[in-house]
């Protein structure tokens, strides 16, 4: 229910939910917003992945080094309004997105005297979260929502929610790459719901744009009013394999892997892994849907979201996978697998570009001030009889509004036609680093490789480290 970043996304939540709501229990009231002194220590024979407390001085934007700060009505290239029909616009002002120097991260929406609203969207860095081979994975926040309800609360839309990698650089490829709504409500209602949203949209295994979804009261005091566990487990230590969701460790929701045909599971789990989300929406789909257009008139800004900590922890297994590629590259001569890490900067010609020092994790360079008709040639890479259907490159930007462009892949000659390609706009920096994924045709053998880089505006738009190659 949250993302649905498709563009034929207007379609209302699914009756049955619609029907569970029927007598929502709407408990006024506030309880003390307190944060925990850390992060709790995961139970025994869990071990913590990742994790941020959100400890910092009061008024400052969360760490850099675990988020981004999302900004404006959608991704660079991707649906309008985040694909849901929200109005907000997101910032990276501490208005907005900002420590309370108690332990806490508040994501606080606001209008201004014209009508128009603002709010504050954060994602992971990291993007690389999923379970051990045959071992569990947990995602888990404590969160009060904002303390808001009846028609004050109308057009509210707090979320706590993890995407699959191959979002991140597409914006097109939803639902496949799967969404997990760990928490999600609107309207003020005393509830939480959790989502799976998977397969093809509209409709598909996973009835989108609905998703499979349940929901119930949050334990002892509302949502609104207290702070709750909200957890999601993925579960691949059980055959078939389980997705779980917990509020104060009781479970209310569950979806296995044999409710799903073998390609749409697989489809979800088998790439990089997912990121994590925290948002605050105002007005659009979901919201629209149970109350119908909101906001209104009688919507109350300034009711943050309180966020006292996230926590990545697993369990089981063969251990978690890295952050990236081991760090190989071929030699300067060229040649090398396509499989391993290929370093930007080891190309053996190239046009149009600079080399700078990396502060991207594993040092080295990076190739720079990329922009259109820009070039670079790798000789001799290696993609055995094992066809690769995947790239994946390693990119910054710090580029203008409205720039943007494509990293395309080409094979032997810089005039053959690509064989792959992702987008590319803003990432927040030049030493802002994502690992973005494309789809490829087959390929195998041995193979000069062309990255090639287009763009409809003459600015560099990118920054690019590494790349590799997949199956």
């Not at 071992?135 to 609360?153: C, K, Y």
């Not at 998977?198 to 334990?219: D, F, H, K, L, Y």
């Not at 389980?242 to 390609?263: C, M």
Request: with cysteine; hydrophobic share 35%.
């Amino acid at each position: 229910m949250r993302s649905r970043p498709n563009q034929s996304r207007r379609r209302t939540h699914r009756r049955t939910l619609l029907a569970a709501l029927a007598a929502p229990i709407l408990i006024a009231g506030s309880l003390a917003v307190a944060a925990q002194a850390s992060v709790p220590p995961p139970a025994s024979g869990w071990s913590t992945v990742w994790s941020d407390d959100f400890d910092g001085p009061n008024g400052t934007l969360p760490s850099g080094a675990n988020w981004i700060i999302d900004t404006g009505h959608g991704y660079p290239g991707g649906p309008g309004n985040w694909g849901t029909g929200e109005i907000q616009n997101y910032t990276n002002s501490t208005n907005n997105v900002a420590l309370d120097g108690g332990g806490n991260l508040r994501i606080t929406p606001r209008r201004d005297s014209a009508g128009n609203w603002t709010s504050g969207r954060v994602e992971t860095q990291r993007s690389d979260f999923k379970p051990p081979a045959g071992g569990v994975l947990a995602i888990e926040s404590r969160i009060q929502m904002p303390n808001v309800t009846g028609d004050a609360a109308l057009g509210y839309w707090p979320a706590f929610w993890a995407l699959g990698q191959p979002y991140r650089g597409n914006y097109w490829n939803w639902p496949g790459i799967g969404e997990f709504d760990i928490m999600e409500n609107v309207n003020g209602i005393n509830s939480v719901w959790g989502v799976l949203h998977c397969g093809v949209n509209p409709g598909g295994p996973c009835n989108e744009t609905s998703g499979i979804a349940n929901n119930r009261a949050c334990p002892g005091a509302t949502c609104q009013a207290g702070f709750h566990t909200y957890r999601f487990e993925w579960d691949t230590s059980v055959s078939p394999n389980q997705l779980r969701w917990y509020v104060d460790g009781q479970q209310f929701h569950s979806v296995s892997q044999g409710q799903l045909p073998a390609d749409t599971w697989a489809n979800m789990t088998s790439h990089a892994g997912y990121f994590v989300l925290l948002n605050v929406a105002i007005g659009g789909a979901f919201p629209d849907a149970l109350n119908g257009p909101t906001p209104r008139a009688s919507t109350v800004p300034d009711k943050p979201m309180v966020v006292d900590y996230v926590a990545v922890s697993s369990k089981g297994g063969g251990g978690t996978p890295p952050t990236s590629p081991p760090p190989t590259s071929p030699p300067p001569g060229g040649g090398g697998s396509a499989y391993s890490t290929l370093q930007a900067e080891s190309f053996q010609q190239q046009g149009g570009m600079g080399v700078e020092t990396t502060t991207d994790s594993g040092g080295g360079q990076n190739l720079m001030q990329i922009g259109n008709g820009d070039w670079a040639l790798y000789q001799g890479v290696d993609f055995s009889s094992s066809a690769a259907h995947q790239f994946v490159g390693r990119v910054a930007s710090g580029a203008a509004g409205g720039v943007s462009g494509l990293v395309e892949v080409r094979l032997d000659s810089r005039s053959n036609a690509p064989i792959g390609s992702f987008a590319v706009g803003n990432t927040g920096g030049w030493q802002s680093w994502r690992s973005v994924p494309a789809n490829i045709s087959a390929v195998t053998g041995v193979h000069d490789v062309y990255l090639t880089f287009t763009s409809g505006q003459p600015a560099d738009f990118v920054n690019l480290n590494w790349f590799t190659f997949g199956h």
